[in-house]
């Protein structure tokens, strides 16, 4: 097993973490989250984003279909909780930022 990572921000978001522990305890059997604070500046603006977040992580097998999951998992929540994108660390280490 290897691990992967989900950024959420809190930000009126609450049934979009209803949503994502849910699906994550459905196809992946459970996670471990934890609070984080970050900050994004909007590239066509300039203007600095401070969100406070939480932090899935997810431990499960790397294929190809979990990260695939993973992916969906996470475009459907931010599609939900009206963000951008979401960050998502792959099982290989590698960081996207999923378009929602």
Known sequence: MREASIILPHAGNR???DLLHGLLL?????YTAQAVIGAWRDPATAIVHN???????????PTAANLALLHFIAKECG???????????????????VQC
């Open 79 to 97: 599609n939900m909780a009206g963000q951008i994108c979401v960050y998502v660390k792959g099982f290989d280490g590698e960081v996207q930022f």
């Open 26 to 30: 459905q196809h992946f059997g459970g």
């Open 51 to 61: 969100d406070q977040s939480t932090m899935f992580l997810i431990g499960a097998d």
């Open 15 to 17: 049934q979009s973490h």
